[in-house]
């Protein structure tokens, strides 16, 4: 048996470890300077912290030789708009709203007067531009309040000069400059000229603000993008119109990983608005999930003056397979193959920690289980699609919804051989992420069809295209046994974690355990093992990746516990977690048990936690840890006879530290619980023969709004830096419901979909 | 072929009637607030008003509308920018999580209360049921229907 490496942040898919990597290896750019605004309406302030020679020459090159490129965060405009600069992919999750909210509490902004932008690509200026991990406000918030911080000091600085007092003076207030003594008072667009001519301080110099002196932080504010939502503005990827534009659909086999021989391209290029078709080479392992690879499916490409005439040449299309190396994966077998390697010795030692047999040895009683999962599709409602441009000069323009521009940017410059100064990427809003967007597969795929036809293309997947090539979260089995003790303590546990493998010795991409995942990262006796079992399925991160799928096999292994331990789970799931420690001190992304505490009793208290219910009513617990943030939701069901099953309410408890946009992270909240409900629920991509099993939302029903339960969200009002709140949410949901299933009805939900076990809603 | 679209007259030349509405909206008029999600009527992103029906324009061949009139997300608010009530709701509950599911949504929701001034959440259930929205945004689409019939009848539209 081997020893797997440990990772960094077990939570974090590899790539983006890579990310923080080299974020934090970037070259320290100079952090003076700033480039006065001539050509914009007259003067004005522009900042980013890290402008430079680079931003300079960006700036230049962007606009024109007088006016500032739009590579910094803050813009103070003469006229009093001040525009920042969101520099993250949105795709539901939020930042395009709570970024700019940071800069502008210390800014002292009017957010009125505020207009956001999505800022350009530029990693000398901005740092990895990433949407995923839930990382886009733990990593930003520092630089965007020093950001704010430094633009309002100048302006002070500003206002002193103008009306010669001492900046001590001085106060601020939604875009003003107040002169308490005299009430005089200076707007933000009025010192913008002067602002710009004075010395830029070092950010680390500047003060910034006590949290109970925030005015934006903590409220609830609208998206910036809403008013452009409810109006049908072209705000998507899909949206995306240029000029001489063609529409392409890409068809694929219907076994991954299948090759293009040969098709009836002859009779199709002659269709209606027809232009184009050919067959594209396979290109690099496009199965293997890694954002940068400029690799390719193998299928054919139709090339129409519309999406519906390219639609039409699909239907009629007859291709020629080879499937010789193609995947002949099969979930029925994986299922079976994953029992008889659970009975089995497992292949590799994760961990090992204490006297696990020993305590076996002693034990009072012993409990064991066989949890199942299966693989699922992100399925975000905007289908994969990217409009590319490569042009005749060499340069290349793209407009894509992508959770990792550079990567993209990176992937292109490979598959064309240029540099990648040569290529623009415009983000555009992503109808929905959920880490499928990591992945640039449909970029790369509209660059080599822009480049063979010599003109700007919109690719766009059916939807039928991005269920059955997805990198899908990967199914898994948790064989699991569990010492209790004497006093019916969890004394030891003990995983045999049976996963997937593409090369025979590592998991899947998004398929692996983590070495100190809980419950053995708090038990004194733990050991967690592993067997793989060989796949040539593609996989990836799938919201909250790893443990949108174990907290609902541990979780309810662990009520499974309390309850043969004849234990209320709430007091043995805090006796589980133990005395009040941070397992890695200072680490936010390391598990603190009195967080961890805190929110399990608020949840339990806030849901009415011990309550008498009626027959077949019952409430359920789970907590888990991820991305940095602490959730314990307890929810409340009924199940009739018929396994009807009816979610009432979720109660949410979380601690991920000061809120910054309540509404935003509320939202988060509860779609997080929707989404963990609809996948618990109903939702699996089963393969037959290297074959995807559904194709469309018939057979992949997301829950509908009559059957959305209630959801109640409470924060825990702390001071531990602010994390994100796009995942941590999820994992607790399906556990949380499953162990209100056995609490309503007595049946231990040990497979999902819940519908695999006989409910419905 | 002629289109009556957000009471304009449209000029769509000899376009297949096969087409879907979705796609003449989308490719042909450049109206892209109509989504396409599933393209088998099963996610409702693709919502219009046909003759003030709500329906699903990705199965609705474009040669089978005669002269009925079309309304889609881009022709609810008025044209000196006053958004319909229902479109000031969405802002006001801050229902969008993607937005994508949002226009589909929305022109069912206005199609709700033009025929119910004060639904029900049953009513609502029902008439919302046959949207899908993947960021689960349901309860606060919930909450701001509710909130447009409030606005509507105190303040009419």
């Known amino acids: 048996m081997q020893k797997r490496p440990i990772p960094v942040d077990p939570y974090l898919p590899e790539f983006m470890q890579e990310e923080m990597a080299r974020a934090a290896a970037l070259p320290h750019v100079s952090r003076r300077g700033f480039i006065k605004l001539s050509g914009v309406v007259g003067g004005g302030l522009v900042l980013g912290f890290t402008l430079g020679p680079v931003a300079r020459a960006a700036a230049q090159g962007g606009r024109g030789a007088d006016v500032f490129a739009p590579n910094a965060y803050v ?29 502008a509490e210390e800014l002292d902004a009017d957010w009125s007067q505020v207009r956001v932008e999505q800022s350009a690509i530029n990693e000398a200026l901005y740092g990895r531009q990433v949407a995923g991990g839930s990382r886009s406000i733990p990593t930003s918030w520092e630089p965007l ?50 602002a710009a001519e004075l010395p830029v301080p070092d950010p680390a110099s500047v003060p910034l603000k006590d949290r109970k002196d ?26 995306q119109r240029i000029p001489g534009m063609r529409y392409a659909t890409f068809v694929k086999a219907p ?105 076996f040895a002693r034990a009072e009683r012993t409990v064991d289980a066989f949890y199942t999962y299966p693989f699922v599709a992100h399925a975000d409602l905007e289908p994969q699609n990217c409009t590319a441009w490569c042009k005749d000069d060499g340069s290349v323009e793209i407009w894509a919804p992508t959770q990792t521009p550079q990567s993209a940017i990176e992937g292109t410059a490979a598959l064309l051989g240029i540099d990648p100064g040569k290529v623009t990427l415009h983000q555009l809003r992503g109808g929905g992420g959920f880490g499928r967007r990591l992945a640039n597969d449909s970029v790369i795929q509209a660059v080599a069809i822009s480049k063979r036809i010599g003109a ?35 004394a030891a546990f003990e995983d045999h974690f049976v996963t997937f493998t593409r090369d025979g010795s590592t998991p899947v991409a998004s398929g692996s355990l983590a070495e100190n995942e809980f419950p053995a990262s708090v038990l004194p006796n733990a050991r967690l093992v592993q067997s793989m079992i060989p796949t040539k399925l593609p996989t990836g991160p799938w919201r909250a990746p790893g443990s949108n799928a174990i907290a609902f096999a541990i979780q309810s292994f662990l009520h499974e516990c309390a309850v043969a331990a004849g234990r209320d789970h709430l007091e043995f799931l805090l006796e589980v977690m133990g005395e009040p420690r941070w397992l890695t001190p200072g680490d936010l992304w390391s598990l603190n048990t009195e967080r961890a505490a805190r929110v399990i009793r608020l949840a339990a208290e806030k849901a009415g936690w011990g309550r008498e219910l009626p027959p077949g009513r019952g409430l359920g617990l789970a907590f888990h840890f991820s991305h940095a ?31 910054v946009n309540l509404s935003g992270a509320e939202n988060q909240a509860e779609g997080s619980v929707i989404d963990g409900f609809s996948t618990a629920l109903g939702l699996e991509i089963t393969f037959e023969n290297g074959r995807a099993q559904q194709s469309n939302f018939d057979r992949y029903p997301l829950l509908r709004m009559p059957h959305a339960p209630e959801v109640e969200v409470h924060f825990v009002d702390s001071d531990f830096g602010p994390t994100g709140i796009g995942e941590p949410v999820l994992p607790p949901v399906a556990p949380a419901i499953c162990n209100a299933i056995y609490a309503a009805c007595g049946h231990r939900v040990r497979t999902l979909p819940l519908t695999k076990e006989g409910f419905r809603v | 072929m002629k289109l009556e679209i ?136 919930r909450k701001a229907i509710h909130r447009a019939a409030a606005s509507i009848a105190k303040e009419g539209r």
Request: glycine residues 10%; contains cysteine.
């Open chain 1, 629 to 659: 943030g602490h959730f314990a939701e307890v929810a409340e069901v009924s199940v009739d006879d018929d396994r009807k099953l009816t979610v009432h309410k979720v109660t949410v408890a979380g601690d991920i530290g000061p809120i």
């Open chain 1, 214 to 239: 925030f005015r934006l932080l903590g409220r609830r504010i609208t998206g910036v993008d809403n008013r452009a939502i409810v109006t049908g503005k072209p705000l998507f990827g899909i949206d």
């Open chain 1, 145 to 194: 309040r020093r950001a704010g911080a430094v633009a309002r000091a100048m302006l002070v600085r500003a206002a002193a000069e103008t009306l010669e007092v001492d900046a001590s003076e001085l106060v601020t207030e939604a875009g003003y400059v107040i002169h308490r003594a005299s009430g005089r008072r200076l707007g933000y667009g009025e010192l913008a000229a002067r």
């Open chain 1, 255 to 359: 076994a991954i990983g299948a090759r293009a021989v040969s098709a009836n391209l002859g009779e199709v290029k002659d269709m209606r608005g027809v232009e184009d078709a050919f067959l594209v080479e396979a290109r690099g392992a496009v199965v293997e999930f890694s954002p940068a690879a400029p690799s390719m499916l193998s299928g054919v490409a139709i090339i129409a003056d519309s999406t519906w005439a390219a639609l039409q040449a699909a239907g009629k299309l007859k291709v020629e397979w080879d499937e010789r190396d193609a995947s002949k994966d099969s979930w029925s077998q994986a299922v079976e193959e994953a029992r008889r390697l659970a009975a089995g010795r497992p292949q590799q030692v994760l961990s090992e920690k204490g006297d696990v047999e020993g305590a």
């Open chain 1, 456 to 490: 700007p293309v919109k690719v766009q997947w059916t939807r039928e295209d991005d269920m059955q090539f997805d990198y899908y979260r990967p199914g898994g089995f948790h064989s699991f046994r569990a010492a209790l003790d004497s006093e019916g303590r969890l």
């Open chain 2, 6 to 141: 957000n009471g304009k007259a449209h000029e769509l030349g000899d376009i297949d009637p096969s087409t879907p509405l979705l796609w003449v909206l989308r490719d042909t008029l450049g109206l892209v607030g109509t989504k396409y999600g599933c393209g088998i009527a099963q996610c409702s992103a693709c919502t219009v008003h046909l003759d003030g029906q709500p329906v699903q324009s990705c199965r609705l061949p474009v040669g089978s509308i005669g002269n009925r009139p079309v309304r889609t997300i881009e022709g609810l608010a008025e044209d000196d920018e006053t958004l319909h009530p229902v479109q000031q709701a969405w802002i006001d509950e801050d229902v969008a999580q993607c937005g994508y599911c949002q226009a589909g949504q929305i022109m069912s929701a206005v199609a709700l209360l033009e025929r119910n001034p004060r639904p029900t959440d049953a009513d609502i259930d029902a008439a919302m049921g046959r949207h899908l929205c993947r960021c689960g945004t349901y309860i606060r689409i």
């Open chain 1, 75 to 103: 813009q103070v405009r003469p006229d009093g708009v001040i525009i920042l600069y969101a520099k993250n992919p949105e795709v539901g999750q939020g930042v395009k709203t709570a970024l700019p909210m940071i800069v």
